[in-house]
């Protein structure tokens, strides 16, 4: 959420990977949001547990926070673009019935 967030905040709505601007723009959001959920739930850990967690708990939160980030956003950013750009379904009721 605060990767979206923060890509919306820079970029406005109708964000798609089809500038390099814009992907080095989702890669830094990427990173800031990713540092901050990973730091905040290591940190969570170590106030919940009785041990206290290693930095390499860390890198492990940070490593699987950018790999979601960074496997699963272009998908879905590719989807809205093509979901914004699709027809109406009444235009294409309307176009098959013409033909």
């Known amino acids: 959420m605060l ?5 919306e905040r820079l970029f406005g709505s109708s964000f798609g ?7 080095w723009g989702g890669l830094a959001a990427a990173v800031a949001a990713t540092a901050a959920s990973a730091i905040g739930g290591w940190r969570l850990l170590n ?22 980030i960074i496997t699963v956003a ?9 979901l914004r750009g699709a027809a109406a379904r009444n235009e294409i009721w309307k176009a098959s019935w013409r033909s």
């Open 47 to 68: 106030y919940l547990t009785a041990r206290r967690r290693r930095f390499d708990d860390l890198a492990a939160l940070l490593a699987s926070d950018a790999v979601g």
């Open 74 to 82: 272009p998908m879905v950013i590719s989807l809205a673009k093509a």
């Open 17 to 23: 990977l089809d500038r390099l601007r814009r992907c």
């Open 3 to 7: 990767t979206a967030w923060l890509i």
